[in-house]
């Protein structure tokens, strides 16, 4: 491929649009396998995780469809009706239709990267020295595929109730394409490796080093940024960011929208006498329901599931909230979509299985089933949840604090960085509002490491090393309470989500720690005792 119709930056110091990139010749890049390893215990973990995962999604989803959101203990029965019983879409067998439906969304949203007007900024320092460009056109992505599936309603080419009656079938497409795109990239990116030597993107440590560590880089990538289209795109399309960021992140609130259209329409699975009133907080063992599930759903057309007419009374202010403030935190996320150069998943994170499934099928299928699914069945319960205003306004003031926390924290440390990142120097800088107004205008301070980095200490990075965390802790924990109402199952389905982002953030910071420990050294113990708390000042 022609490198000098690349437009990646090559090197520091040299002006931000090279021409050509100075990618080591091939046979001779320097490679070292400077990549974390054993981060989720090595083949045994990752082989464990690879498979385990999509399961416990396909769990959550049966208790969903099955038994309104109640813990059952799962049998083969469970397996079998979530197979059999269940009618094509809702049933996780694969399905041509929402296949088809899912993989043109993934086509079009990549269609939109690449041909939509933006800003093009220039991503932080890779390894090799180089800065590679990232398209920011997400917002205008956003709001296009918002208007793009309203039309699809309007002319009737969709209904708006898809998700509810379609969901089975899309986590199965979502687990399948996440198994064949880690595949394709282990083998492309990792064991032909030197295909890619002269791309911009190539770090020392890309590759398959040694093929007895298959699951661990099936699950963890072999490869951090890699980009398409080389030569023929002048932005080169880079997979990770896009995965990331645009089909799941955007369809997980349309999924939200379209699980909310369904209460709109009264949707409903037919599931209405398999629970007594002594059934109806929680759990059994499904075996005992299975057949009189199979009953429910003999030959009935899953149209009838939903009514032609809508009624607004069927949406409680726990639906509308949930649905606005995921969607609000992925509008937010395009609004500022640039800080996202800066996170962990587009810094530190390989793109492998973890990120394939992660996108694609935990965060665009899990997030929304967890609360919205969880809302959407309970007219199959004992209707929907509508009065339960307590709770959802305890939720609602969970979450404002928890999206300001959130905000605050992330954007301090991006316009940091980003002001020093570009020549800027500690005497110009101004720290946003949000910090002035708690910390007042002071200078920021921070640490120089021997590495180059800038380690902020002062602001809310002074309070924890982690302290950008506290917002998504609770603010799911506030979506989980306004799903709670005595009358309904046990929000078990949101409680797992809790459960489930509480481990998988702490790990995460872990996972930072034990990375920022190797990369900086004496630097981040001088970090550590600077800012001596992990997440909650004062106490851990
Ligand atoms: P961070 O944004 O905290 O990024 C960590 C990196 O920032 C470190 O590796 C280090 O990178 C740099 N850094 C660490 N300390 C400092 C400091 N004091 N000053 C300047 N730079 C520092 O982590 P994440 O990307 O994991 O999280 C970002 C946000 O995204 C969080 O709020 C998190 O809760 C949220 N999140 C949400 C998820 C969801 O599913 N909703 C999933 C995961 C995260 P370097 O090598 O550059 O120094």
Known sequence: MPSSKRTDSPAPKVPSRPKEASAPALGKAV????????????NIGTGFWTFFIPVAIYYFYGIMVMHSGRLVVPGPSFWYDLVYTLPDGLSIRPCWGPTVVSLTWVCCQALAEIVLPGKVKEGVMLKSGRKLLYPMNGLLTFFLSHVALFLLCKYEVLTPYYVFLNMGALLTEAVITSYVMALWLYVDFGIFWERHVDDPEFEEDHGVFDCQDFFNDFFMGVV???RLFHGILKVPFDLKRFWNARPGLTGWVILNISYLASMYYGCALPTDNVYGVNDSLFFGVH?????????????????????EEGSISNIGLAAVFITLAHWYYIFDYNLVEPAY???????HDLFG????????GFLSRFYPISFMGFLAVQKSANGYIVNNHVFAIIGVCMYLFGMFMFRVTNIEKHLFRDHMNNGGT????RSPWSTRIVFGDKKPEYILTKEGSMLLTSGYWGLARHFNYIGDLTMCIGWAIACYDPSSP?????IGYCIYFWLMDCHRCWRDEVRC??????????????VPYYIFPGIW
């Open 287 to 307: 075996e005992a329901k299975s057949a009189m599930l199979q009953r429910a759903f003999a030959d009935k057309d899953p149209a009838s599931f939903c009514q």
């Open 353 to 360: 299985f973890m990120l394939t499934y992660g996108d694609w």
């Open 517 to 530: 420990s190797k990369k900086y050294g004496r630097d981040w113990e001088r970090y550590k005792k600077a």
């Open 31 to 42: 490679r070292k396998l400077t990549r974390p390893t054993g981060e989720f215990y090595g």
């Open 341 to 347: 150069l800066t996170t962990t998943d587009i810094r």
């Open 426 to 429: 500690v005497d110009k800088y």
């Open 224 to 226: 951090r940024n890699p």
């Open 490 to 494: 046990f929000p078990f389905l949101p």
